[in-house]
C-alpha cells in the first residue's frame, strides 16, 4: 500500500492564538504537518531556509518584516516555493503585490476551514488557488490603468 | 462676507476705538479707500465687540489696544479666544510699534501706527488682513485633516492588528471543536475554553480603544485626575498591579499640553499591558515650575527601543509624534529583560493661567 504524501507546512503569523489554532488544524489533517511557525517576516524566511517545507502559509501584516517582504525574499532564494497568503481583509494593494511577487494562493482568514485546506492542497499540487472575491478584483484593478506602474 | 458689487468690493468693518477722535479719523479714512466700500460698525469696548462679533459676521476687525475694559496684547488673545475666525488689525500709537508686532505674534494679522497711514495703505493693509487669515485657515484645515487621517489609521490597523485577530483565533478554536464533535470531550474542552479567553481579551481590548478614543474628562477631572480614572478603569480585571504617585503641587496645564501628556501615558500603559507581559506598571505624574514629567515603568520583558524604530504597531512612533507636538522631551529606554521605562518632561511656564485646573 502507498504511504500518502505527507504536506509539510510553514506557517508565519504575528497572533499566536492564530497560529495555534491554524497549527492544530492542520495536524489533525491525516496529509499535512506542520513543520515550522514563525511570528515574523525574517524568522518566516530563516524557517523556511532550514525547514524547506512543500507550503508555507504567510499573514501580509505582520510586526517587523511585513509578509510581502518576506515572500519576495523566500522567493528570490526558493523560485520553485509554493506560498500562499493569508490575510484578514481582502482590500489592500499588498495582495496583488503578493501575487506578482509568486505567491500561489490567497485564502482570507476566518474562510472556512474546508477552504484553506484545499488551497493548501491545490496549491501543493502546483497549482493556483485564489478566493473567487479576490479574482474578481485583481480583474477590477488590472482593468485599471496606472496600476502596473506601482512598484 | 466680502462681496463684488459694481462699485468694487464691499467689506464689514468693526472698529474697536474707545477714543471718539481717533475712531471718526479711522472711519474717514475708510470711506475714501478707492474700489472698497465699507460698512462700518464701530464700538469702544471690548466685551461690546465681542457681543457684536457674536451675532454678526465681519470681515475685519481695527482694534485699539487701549481700551476701557482691556489693555495691551492681551486684548488679542481675548478676541481671538472668542472669535478666532476674524482676521484682525491692531491700531497702535505712534511710540509703541512694539506691541503691534507682538499683537501680530499673538494672531493679530497686522498693525497700523495711528495717524500713519493713507486710504490706500490702509486699503491694502485690509486686503492682505483678510487673505492672509483665509490662508491660515485652509492651512488650519488641512492639518485637521492630516491629524484626522492618521488618527483613523492608527484605528484601522488597532481593529486589524487586535480585534480582527482575536475572532479569527476564536473562529478556529470553535471549528476545532466543531470537527471533534464530541469524540474528544476534554480537547473540545480546551478549545471552547481557548475561544472564551480570547474572546475576553478581545472585548477588555475593545474597551481599552474605546476609552483611548473618547474625549477625555480633563475640564471636570484635569491631568491628575483623568490619568488616575484611566488608570483605575484599565486596572479592572486585570492582574498587573497598576501603581499612581504624584509628585509635587499639581498646576494649571494648557489643554493641548494635558491632553498630550494624558494620551502618551494610556498608550505606555496600554503598550505594557499587551506587549510587555509585565506584571507591575508604574505611573508617576511630577510638577517642578519648570514643567511637568510623566514616568511610565514596567517590570515587562522590555525590549531593545532601537530595534524597533520603523516598525509598525507598536506606538512608539505616534508617542514621538504626540510628545513633539507638545514640545516635550521624550526618552524610553529598555532592554530585553529589563522592563520599560518611559519618560516624557513637558517644559511650561508655571502660572500663565491658560487652559484647565490640573
Redesign the interface.
Known sequence: MKVPETIRILIADD?P??RE??S??IN?QPDMKVVAEAGEGSEACEQFSQHRPDVALIDL?M??M?GLHAILAIRRRFPGARLVVLT??DDNEDIYRALQGGAKGYVL??AP?EELLECIRTVHAGKSHIAPEVVARLAERLGRPGLTERQ | MAIMNPDGLQFRALVVEDNPADALLLEDVLRRIRDAQFEIAHVERLEDALASLAVASYDVVLLDLGLPDSQGPDTVTRLRQSQPGVPVVVLTGLDDEAVGISAVQLGAQDYLVKGGFTPTVLGRTIRYAIERKRAEQAMMAQLKEAAIVEERNRIAGEIHDILAQDFVGILLQLEAARELNGSNPAEVAKCIQLAEAVARSGLAEARRSVWALCPPELDAEGLVGAVQSFLSRVAVGNPTAIGFSLRGEPYPLPNDKALGLLRICQEAVVNALRHAQASKIRVQLTYEPSGVDLCVHDNGRGFDPKAHVGGKGFGLISMRERAERIGARIEISGEPGQGTRLTVAARTSMGNGEGHIS
Open positions: 497572533h492564538v492564530v489554532g491554524l492544530a488544524m489533525r501584516r510586526r517587523g511585513d484578514t481583509f482568514k476566518g476551514r
